[in-house]
């Protein structure tokens, strides 16, 4: 019988309530009983490996075996013994003959973490046994047969790996035809509540202390911040904070050790869109991201002439200081200040040619070379995801050289 995604949810512990989650969830109903293997991707600490267990136990198999395998920390030497079992005396210390995990697994599902690591001479036993069942324990010649469940699971780039020749086409093709991708937490920041009180909760059970929530204000934070570790992070996070600050509330200075609490200050400014389209949004962040570009100027237009900055507005088209204005020697301004005054971010000149591509372009490159390349904080700074960065720096041809 089929199970609900309450269901799911429930046995598997999976916490959010977002869109994202939902649709893993969704996935996970949809694929769980029916007899094929599965391919879970996504960042480290998204949640693949509770993934593969929630297919598990919503499947027909859930009451037989669950064998799991990380291709990743496995030597190479000894992987394919480890995988399909080896008979006594083929290789120094095999004093046994031995199965090996697809056996244990037999009946039931094998979850093959880290599949982006496996030895590219073991793929090929490796499809073999997913395609047909069939392997060979090492040193033996006679051919085994297993009914197993695959689900692999990785944070690489298949695509890319197989590309290079660092993994096997027909094996990609083969894992890839039930792909369920998890979101990065930055994608479902909406969840953060629900997942701080989770693990705030399961701490304080576990340690015999309260927990009593988070204030506002440091919510905000979390859901600034970018989460290169996802949930794993946020879950550690959580941890540490209740153990400095054992039966507290959440206060954004707790936070500080962990997310940067100058990202919220830096932001908090930045009105809010709502209600359009994720493209317009971008193109109207990245204006504003100009505008602060401008600002600069300006800042280091008062600085040039001896002005203090920051106690007042910062408008571009402020009245003019007089070039006197500037001590001898102290200036950076070559040429006439008074030039400078009301230059907009783009040259008059240019105006009718310019394009907002070539505006879009130029801010994300400028902001790169300024970040020195680093993404995280040049999408930070632009105001855009990470991903849609990515994106842009493909189209626009931006990468590193
Ligand atoms: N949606 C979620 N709800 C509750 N806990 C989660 C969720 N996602 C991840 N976790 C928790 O985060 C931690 C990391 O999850 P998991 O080990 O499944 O990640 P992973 O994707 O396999 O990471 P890696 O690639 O580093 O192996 C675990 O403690 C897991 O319980
Ligand atoms: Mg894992």
Redesign the pocket.
Known sequence: MAVSLDEVQRKS????DSEP?REVLQTIVQIAPIDISVLVV??????????AKAIHSASNRKFEPLVTVNCGAIPAGIIESELFGHVKGSFTGAEETRKGYFEAADKGTIFL??IGETPLETQVKMLRVIEQGEFIRVGDNKSRHVDVRTIA?T?RDLGEDTRRGNFRQDLYYRLKTVTLK?PPLRDHVE?IHL?VE?FGLEFATRNDLAFRGIVPEALQLLRAYSWPG???EL?NMVESIMALNPSQRFTPDMLADHVPTDTFRGNQALPVIVDKLPEQSERELVLRQLLFIRQDIHDLRQLAIGRPVGDQPVDPYLPTPPPGAVKPGTGILIGDVSKLETRPLIDPDAIGEVTMEELEREAIAQTLAKFNHNRRRTAEALGIAERTLYRKIEAYGLEKK
């Open positions: 512990g999976i916490i959010g989650i996504g960042e480290s600490g998204t949640g693949k490996e509770m993934v973490d880290e699971a944070n998890l969840d997942l989770r996802n949930v794993r879950k």
